[in-house]
C-alpha cells in the first residue's frame, strides 16, 4: 500500500514549503500540492515539520573499553536514534586480529542482525604495516569510503605523523575521507603520569591532563598533513573555540578541510566534572570552557564547522544496579569500574538519541538557526560528506523515504524516560525542551509514533557508501 504524508510542511537544507509527500515502497515516488490519496494511506501531518531523518556519523556502540562495553547495541542504539528523529547512523570498524576485510565482516556479523535502523561503518586504523597499507585502497569495495587515525592514546589506538601521511596519501587517491582524533597524545600520557603521582584522581583532573592548546596545534596539524598527502580531512568532536580558527584558517587556504562537533561540548564544561557525579561528563576529548561553547557555536552558524554529531558511546553511571529495559532487567559495567580514579572510568555519554530535540530546542526554537540550517548540519550534510546523499539527508523523489515529522509546538520535559539510550541517566534531565518529533519512518515504515515504537532487531540495513563530497 502506499502512504501519503498530507498537509505537511517540508524542510530541507535549502527550503521550506508545503508539500504532500507519497511514499511507494521503501522510496519518496512524489512530492506535490494536493496529491490525490486513492489507494493510499493517509498520514495527516498538519501543523507539522517534515525533516529528513537525522543521519548521525559519529557513534559507538557495543564497543569494548577497558573492562566493559558501550551500553547500547545496534539494536537499542538505532532504537533511541529513531525516537529523537535519527534514521541513520554511522559507526566504527575496530582494527583487532586479521585483514580490514576480516574486521568488516565481524563487524557486521555483529552489527547486521541487531540495527534498528540504517548504518555504516568507518574503519579506524589503528596500527600501519604491510598488509593494511596495500589494503586501504580496497575499503570502497566493501562500501566503507571513511578511514579514522588518532593522534593520542599512545601505544594503543595512535600512528605516527609519518604513517598517518601515509594512510591519507593512500586513502586521497582511493577516495577514501581521513577523520582525526586530534590530540597531543605524548602531553597527556606526561600529564596523567603526574596527577596520578600527585594523588589527583578526581573525575576533573581528566580535563586538566588533556590541555585545549593539544588539540588547536594537533588540529593544524592534522590539516598540514592532508595538505602535503592531498587528502581531504574531517576534524571530529571538535571542542575548543581555537580549533575552529584552525579549521577556519585551513579552509581559507583552501585546503579540503571539514569538522564536526557535538551537542554535549556546546552545552556543557568542564566545570560539570566537578559535580558529585561528575563521571557522567567524562569523554574525550573532555568538556571545555564557555567561551569554548560559543566559538563553536558560531562556527556551527557561520558554515565553518559542518556536522552536528554525538559521539555517542554511553555507560552506566551506576553498572552494580539494573535498568528495566524492555520489561526485562540489564545492568552493564560502567563509570563506576573508574570510582576513585578517573583513569579508569569508561570514557563516552550517550546522545545518540538526544542530538536533535536538545539542538533544535537551542538554535531553532531558540531563534539562532533557521530549520533549514538545523537539517543541513544534522541530516544534508553528514549524508553528503559520508557519500550517503541523495539516498539520505534529503526529502526528494527518489530517496529513502526516512522522515521525521516534527511538532514544533510540542513541550516535553526530557530526560532518561523519554530518551530511550540503554542506561541509566541522561545529561539533559529535567531540561524542557521545545520541539519534537511525533512520527518517524524508516523506508517508508512507521518506526516511532507517539512515543511509541514499531520497529525490530536487523530490520535496519548496512549502507554501502560511495565517496562523500567535500563541502
Ligand atoms: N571518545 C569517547 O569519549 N568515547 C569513545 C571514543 C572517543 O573518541
Ligand atoms: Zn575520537
Ligand atoms: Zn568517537
Redo the contacts with the bound molecule.
Keep these: 500500500m502506499k502512504r501519503l504524508i498530507k498537509n505537511g510542511t517540508i524542510v530541507t537544507a535549502q527550503k521550506t514549503y508545503k508539500a504532500d509527500i507519497l511514499i511507494d515502497g521503501e522510496k519518496i515516488a512524489w512530492i506535490g500540492v494536493d496529491l490525490p490519496s486513492e489507494d493510499c494511506e493517509v498520514i495527516d501531518a498538519t501543523n507539522l515539520l517534515v525533516l529528513p531523518g537525522g543521519v548521525d556519523p559519529h557513534v ?1 556502540l557495543e ?1 569494548p ?1 577497558f573492562s566493559t562495553v ?1 551500553s547500547d547495541d545496534h539494536y537499542t542504539g538505532g532504537k533511541a536514534a529513531a525516537f529523537g528523529g535519527t534514521t541513520t547512523m554511522i559507526d566504527f570498524v575496530s582494527l583487532e586480529k586479521g585483514s580490514l576485510e576480516d574486521n568488516i565482516v565481524r563487524h557486521r556479523a555483529m552489527a547486521d542482525p541487531k540495527t534498528s535502523i540504517d548504518y555504516s561503518a568507518h574503519m579506524n586504523i589503528t596500527r600501519f604495516d604491510d598488509a593494511v597499507e596495500s589494503q586501504l585502497k580496497d575499503l570502497p569495495g566493501f562500501g566503507i569510503t571513511s578511514v579514522k587515525v588518532f593522534t593520542a592514546y599512545n601505544g594503543r589506538l595512535r600512528l605516527d605523523d609519518g604513517n598517518i601521511f601515509k594512510v591519507m596519501r593512500i586513502g586521497g587517491k582511493a577516495g577514501l575521507l581521513t577523520m582525526v ?1 586530534a590530540e597531543n597524545g605524548d602531553i597527556i600520557d606526561l600529564l596523567v603520569s603526574e596527577a596520578l603521582s600527585a594523588e589527583h584522581k578526581e573525575p576533573i583532573w581528566h580535563a586538566r591532563t588533556r590541555p585545549a592548546w593539544g588539540e588547536v596545534e594537533a588540529s593544524l596539524r592534522a590539516f598540514a598533513i592532508g595538505a602535503q598527502a592531498d587528502s581531504p580531512v574531517y576534524l ?2 571538535m571542542n575548543v573555540a581555537e580549533e575552529v580558527d584552525q579549521l577556519a584558517y585551513a579552509r581559507s587556504k583552501g585546503l579540503p578541510a571539514m569538522g564536526e562537533t557535538c551537542p554535549q561540548y556546546l552545552f556543557f564544561t568542564e566545570d560539570d566534572l566537578k559535580r558529585p557525579d561528575g563521571a557522567k561528563w ?4 573532555p568538556l571545555r570552557k564557555a567561551q569554548d561553547q560559543q566559538g563553536l557555536l558560531n562556527g556551527l552558524e557561520n558554515g565553518t564547522i559542518q556536522v552536528l554529531s554525538t ?1 555517542h ?1 554511553p555507560f552506566f553511571y551506576d553498572g552494580t544496579k539494573s535498568i528495566l529495559y524492555e520489561g526485562e532487567p540489564v545492568r552493564i559495567p560502567g563509570k563506576e569500574l573508574g570510582m576513585g580514579d578517573f583513569t579508569k572510568i ?4 550517550p546522545g545518540l538519541g538526544d542530538r536533535l530535540v536538545v539542538f533544535w530546542n537551542h538554535a531553532v526554537s531558540g531563534g539562532m538557526m533557521t530549520p533549514n540550517q538545523f537539517v543541513e548540519l544534522t541530516s544534508t550534510n553528514p549524508a553528503k560528506i559520508f557519500g550517503l546523499y541523495p539516498q539520505k539527508g534529503c526529502v526528494e523523489v527518489g530517496s529513502d523515504a526516512d522522515l521525521a515529522l516534527w511538532d514544533p509546538k510540542r513541550e516535553v520535559t526530557y530526560g532518561v524516560a523519554q530518551a530511550q539510550h540503554r542506561t541509566d541517566y541522561n545529561l539533559y534531565e529535567g531540561w524542557k525542551l521545545r520541539g519534537y518529533p511525533v512520527q518517524v519512518l524508516l523506508r517508508g515504515k512507521t518506526i516511532v509514533r507517539n512515543g511509541e515504537w514499531f520497529g525490530s532487531a536487523g530490520q535496519g540495513r548496512f549502507l554501502y557508501r560511495k565517496t562523500g563530497e567535500i563541502l
Design positions: 559507538h564497543l573499553m558501550s582524533h571530529v568532536h567524562i569523554c574525550s576529548p559521539d558511546c569508561p570514557n563516552g555519554l
